[in-house]
């Protein structure tokens, strides 16, 4: 639910690769031709790299985009279909899930590509530059202590009904009372999720501290274990809360949608309608799979 509701945990560099969905879709092509230059911007706010590495870095995230453009656009362009055509008589829980699990699995395999990515260039750092690397990383940490532990319960659910009103709104437009209501009732009932949301983040940064500090050329292996393990490390507590959150949040999602407007069925259709021709344009430019492989 990444593109529907900001929440602790959604790494950055995933919500990089997904900003075309995020944004108003005029937008779109233009931003994703640019994703290069973004997220080279992004990784230098963690380490100052030479003119070299950068040049070596933006040829990696080239061949990423390529990839992407390629093999992953061609979905959207299904589900923006699918999407549309269940509307028609009311969206079902068993439809929305069925998105949702996709565009989940998406995020998946674009998180796992930014990984590699990642690890082979760290390869190029120099001990210096890992060390940059992890201080910036502490730094992040005690920011978003101050942000998140600081927070009553009732900001925490404020932002969670806030953050839903504007992406929904993105689609539909001005929500109605009942629809702002259904909104209001669903976040009262997320379970606080960022106390252990930062436990975790605290105990993953200070393991890849500790590995980054040492000189052991097999560092980016470990490092790969490191996060894999991230998820299989957490608590029951965090994964029931997880699941809470996620089912709380289609269900709510779902309610709205089958509650729009003719107004906002209209909007919401105009932005599908952009959207898929943003995204067959960027296809276009690169070789994606044939219209017939898609059923289109």
């Not at 031709?33 to 990784?43: E, P, Q």
């Not at 929904?168 to 999720?193: H, V």
Request: charged share 30%; proline share 2%; net charge negative.
């Amino acid at each position: 639910m990444n593109w529907l509701i900001s929440r602790p945990g959604a790494s950055r560099w995933l919500l990089l690769g997904l900003l075309l969905i995020q944004v108003g879709c005029s937008s779109t092509t233009f931003l994703y031709n640019r994703l290069d230059t973004l997220i080279g911007w992004y990784l230098s706010d963690y380490v100052t790299l030479s003119r070299e590495q950068r040049k070596d870095f933006d040829g990696r995230v080239n061949e990423l985009l390529d990839w992407h453009r390629a093999e992953e656009l061609p979905r959207y362009v299904v589900w923006l279909t699918a999407f549309e055509a269940s509307l028609e008589d009311g969206l079902s829980e068993s439809e929305l899930d069925h998105l949702l699990d996709q565009v989940e699995a998406a995020a998946d395999r674009l998180q796992e590509r930014v990984l590699n990515l990642l690890l082979d260039f760290g390869t190029t750092l120099s001990a210096e530059q890992r060390l940059e690397f992890v201080q910036t990383l502490q730094s992040d940490q005690a920011n978003l202590e101050e942000k998140y532990l600081n927070r009553s319960d009732e900001e925490y659910i404020g932002a969670i009904e806030k953050q839903f009103q504007k992406n929904l709104g993105r689609f539909l437009g001005s929500l109605s009372e009942a629809q702002k209501n259904t909104i209001r009732t669903g976040s009262e009932t997320y379970i606080r999720l960022d106390f252990l949301w930062v436990e975790d983040r605290a105990r993953w940064v200070a393991q890849l501290d500790a590995l980054l500090r040492i000189d052991d050329p097999a560092w980016p292996e470990q490092a790969r274990k490191i996060y894999q393990l991230r998820r299989a490390n957490r608590g029951s507590d965090y994964e029931q809360a997880f699941a809470h959150n996620t089912d709380v949040s289609r269900q709510l999602v779902r309610a709205v949608i089958n509650q729009r407007t003719p107004k906002q069925d209209r909007r919401l259709r105009r932005e599908i309608h952009q959207y898929r021709a943003d995204f067959e344009d960027l296809i276009s430019r690169g070789e994606p799979l044939s219209r017939e492989a898609l059923g289109l």
